[in-house]
């Protein structure tokens, strides 16, 4: 019987979450629980890693750590191998495609396919890591189209409204899970002293009125003139909203996480900087997509400055696309300015 005297004691480990989640869904197999829960223990190992990232690197060039002669692995190339190798032997998926890699990563044919295909980025800003700025893992999980078999491009190519569930994790003051299979967003913090995450934000909801906007200035430049205006919309000028705070850290995962909690909105717009990039940098399969179905769980909306993230098809792996992501209005004003001035 409970007892309310302790009900403070009540700890969620995001174990029982993901099991009490699946038994509200009477025809789910566990697949897609253990899939999540395998996602975390590779969270949990790069992010051990993560918080060695200066000392791996002093401590690999001492003869006594690499008595085998073995370089030290960079830290995007660890996470990546990481998460392949958790995943690649379980009969879960089907393929997987990561930000890494160039082609599709289809199952070893010595494994079980499963029917799930599985889309990261394993080390979100990480050209970040050097200075100590958090970084991220960003990823997202379809259900196959193909009938059986190896997965295909197919499988993977899909739009972001298809997802059936999808979660970061950041590497910061303390480690965080977020995840939603589109039963809301919830968030779960390492604690490291017992190696569990542990429900620390159930239910997330983006708040109004919002805080911040988080966008790279440094490009202004190159921007469009409905993108220049928005910005100006955004810093509060000529009426409408009252100037917002600046925050950027450029990792798309810590900036997206701090205005999910606080209120805001990020934009990486399409500009001229790169003739190459004429639509931004953000991939959107490993980055954009499965942020968007975060951001409209929690109340939000995600849009690439004229249609909605989710309804993309993508043509491509490393696809990339504008991307204004955050509290509703905000990312409609954004639509707005860019249709009338563009
Ligand atoms: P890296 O993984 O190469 O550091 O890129 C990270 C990222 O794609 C995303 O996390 C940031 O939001 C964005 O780049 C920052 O890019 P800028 O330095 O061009 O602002």
Same mark, same amino acid.
């Given at each position: ?13 995001? %174990? =029982? ?22 996602? #975390? ?10 918080? =060695? ?8 060039? !001492? %003869? ?12 995007? =190339?660890? @996470? ?30 010595? &494994? ?30 379809? $259900? ?23 979660? &970061? ?9 977020? /995840? ?8 779960? !913090?390492?604690?490291? !002293? ?17 805080? /911040? ?14 993108? =220049? ?56 399969? /490993?980055?954009? @997509? ?28 490393? $696809?990339?696309?504008?991307? /204004? +992501? ?7 004003? #954004?639509?707005?300015? +860019?249709?009338?001035?563009?």
């Amino acid at each position: 019987m409970s007892n309310p005297t302790f009900d403070h004691l009540k700890i969620m480990t995001i %174990e =029982r979450h993901i099991l009490e989640e699946q038994q509200s869904h009477p025809g789910a197999t566990g697949v897609l629980t253990n899939l999540l829960y395998d996602i #975390a223990l590779a969270g949990k190992v790069i992010s051990s890693k993560t918080t =060695r990232a200066g000392l791996a690197e002093i401590l690999g060039r !001492t %003869e006594d750590i690499n008595v085998q002669g073995e370089e030290v692995m960079k830290l995007d =190339r660890f @996470a990546d191998l990481t998460i392949f190798r958790l995943n690649d032997h379980t009969g879960r998926l089907a393929a997987m495609a990561s930000e890494e890699q160039a082609a599709h990563l289809p199952i070893p044919d010595k &494994y079980p396919k499963g029917k799930y295909v599985l889309v990261f980025d394993p080390l979100d800003g990480s050209s970040n890591v050097d200075y100590n700025v958090p970084v991220g893992t960003i990823f997202g999980i379809y $259900q196959r189209v193909s009938p059986d078999g190896p997965g295909t491009l197919e499988d993977l190519l899909q739009p972001g409204k298809n997802l059936v569930a999808s979660g &970061y994790l950041c590497y910061g003051s303390s480690t965080m899970l977020v /995840y939603t299979t589109g039963n809301g967003v919830y968030g779960f !913090t390492l604690d490291p !002293t017992v190696g569990e995450f542990l429900l620390s934000h159930p239910y997330i909801r983006m708040p109004s009125p919002p805080k /911040y906007f988080s966008v790279n200035l440094g490009y202004q430049t190159y921007w469009s003139a409905g993108v =220049r205006h928005y910005t100006q919309y955004l810093q509060g000028e000529g009426g409408g909203v009252k100037g917002l705070s600046l925050r950027y850290i450029g990792t798309l995962v810590s900036d997206f996480h701090r205005n999910l909690l606080a209120g805001g909105v990020f934009y990486y717009p399409a500009d001229t900087k790169d003739p190459k990039k004429p639509t931004g940098k953000l991939r959107l399969l /490993y980055e954009a @997509a499965p942020l968007a179905f975060i951001a409209e769980q929690a109340g939000g909306y995600a849009s690439d400055g004229r249609q909605r993230i989710l309804d993309i098809q993508p043509k491509s792996l490393h $696809q990339r696309t504008p991307l /204004y +992501i955050g509290n509703r209005n905000l990312v409609e004003k #954004a639509e707005e300015l +860019i249709r009338e001035h563009d």
